[in-house]
């Protein structure tokens, strides 16, 4: 029993750990003068849109540059520039949406999500201007979701490495707004997607059904209007669920069925389970 408490305690901490390890995600509405600088681009012309925060003699090195490499501006695409301004890098992004539409929201995403994950070494903090772009709480939902990285406390970290991910800041001029609408639902949405990668990741003898049912109810501690109830083997054979049963009979950990109920704000509000 004590051993199983441990275990138990450790994987938690172990989630704890990780959770604390994700990238920040703010929102500013001025670019730094230093640091990196992502520029998502669909055309040359949206250099002096998103290029603005550019000087100028960097802006039209940029622009030689992207001449020079024939940048085609297709979505996954990107061009790394060093050694410009006093930047550590520019990193141009294609962001041309498909022939005759805009760029839908995960299309934002993508390039949030492509921008994180080709600076996730940076040791600087970096921009992502999103002027013009569209919604910014998508790049910014993207970048969170591709800067996830699985159980960082299991690894030991290598010579060099950052102590702890460097802050990814979306540029916007409403950037007070885009703060509040991430608050409200982006950090949510990308917490959620990384608690269940960690729990889908992670081996079975460390994410156990016990495991499973504590760490759930730990995510959801303090969420208003969520209830949950954990089916032991005497509740489910009650109920005769035994195809569950039986499935669990291979395991030397006894399974559990978990029931998360979440209701809406207010009475009579929306059930999900």
């Known amino acids: 029993m004590r051993l199983a408490a441990l275990t138990l305690a450790s994987t938690l901490a172990l989630a704890a750990a990780a959770a604390a390890e994700a990238r920040p995600i703010s929102f500013a509405a001025q670019a730094p003068q230093d640091g990196g600088l992502v520029l998502p681009l669909a055309s040359d012309a949206d250099l002096a849109t998103r290029g603005a925060v550019l000087d100028p003699t960097v802006r039209a090195a940029v622009a030689r540059a992207l001449a020079s490499a024939k940048f085609d501006y297709k979505a996954g695409s990107s061009l790394s520039l060093r050694g410009l301004g006093a930047y550590d890098e520019i990193l141009i992004l294609g962001a041309k949406p498909a022939e005759g539409s805009a760029l839908t929201a995960v299309d934002l995403q993508n390039l949030g999500g492509q921008a994180a994950r ?36 299991y690894k030991t970290k290598t010579p060099g490495e950052a102590a702890e991910p460097q802050a990814l800041v979306v540029v916007t001029p409403d950037a007070a707004a885009a703060q509040a609408a991430y608050a409200r639902q982006g950090r949510a949405l990308a917490e959620a997607v990384a608690f269940a990668r960690d729990l889908t990741t992670e081996p ?60 809406g704000a207010g009475a009579g509000g929306p059930r999900w389970c």
Request: charged fraction near 20%; aromatic fraction near 8%.
């Open 118 to 153: 080709a600076t996730a070494k940076s040791e600087r903090p970096t921009a992502f201007v999103a002027t013009g772009l569209g919604d910014p709480l998508q790049p910014a939902v993207g970048a969170a979701l591709g800067a996830y990285r699985f159980a960082a406390s």
């Open 204 to 263: 079975a003898n460390i994410v156990y059904p016990e495991v499973f049912v504590e760490r759930t109810r730990a995510a959801f501690r303090g969420v208003s209007g969520v209830t949950i109830e954990a089916l032991d083997v005497p509740a489910m054979q009650k109920l005769g669920m035994n195809a569950i049963l039986s499935v669990g009979q291979g395991s030397p950990r006894p399974p559990r069925l978990l029931i998360v109920e979440y209701r």
